[in-house]
């Protein structure tokens, strides 16, 4: 069983910058594809990023591109997920997951990361 366990979320101001952390144990973290998702307040849970096993290859959602930065570390079981010039607009719980089944439904979840962006 792959636990993901999500950090790095808080208050930021608009434009600022926060690093997010997923810390996968159990499973094979190196075989899994990993993506970040978000849910904001009062919408549905939308596709974020997400990056091949060995880091390779990476896809975006529109809204983040050239914002936003996925990575990971295999050596440590890790995979960061970087915001730049942040808006009001991504405010939300954001939820590292593994190994997914289709684009947006993922066998493994972490519990969530609150990000705010304040105005």
């Known amino acids: 069983q792959v636990q993901l366990v999500e950090s790095g979320g808080g208050l930021v101001q608009t434009g600022g910058s926060l690093r997010l952390s997923c810390a996968a144990s159990?499973?094979?973290?190196?075989?899994?594809?990993m993506g970040w998702f978000r849910q904001g307040p009062g919408k549905e849970r939308e596709f974020v990023a997400a990056?091949?096993?060995?880091?390779?290859?990476?896809r975006y959602a529109d809204s983040v591109k050239g914002r936003f930065t996925i990575s990971r570390d295999n050596a440590r079981n890790t995979v960061y997920l970087q915001m730049n010039s942040l808006k009001p607009e991504d405010t939300a719980v954001y939820y590292c997951a593994a190994d997914p089944r289709s684009p947006v439904l993922y066998n493994y979840w972490g519990q969530g990361t609150q990000v705010t962006v304040s105005s």
């Open positions: 159990g499973g094979s973290f190196s075989t899994y594809i």
């Open positions: 990056i091949g096993s060995s880091g390779g290859t990476t």
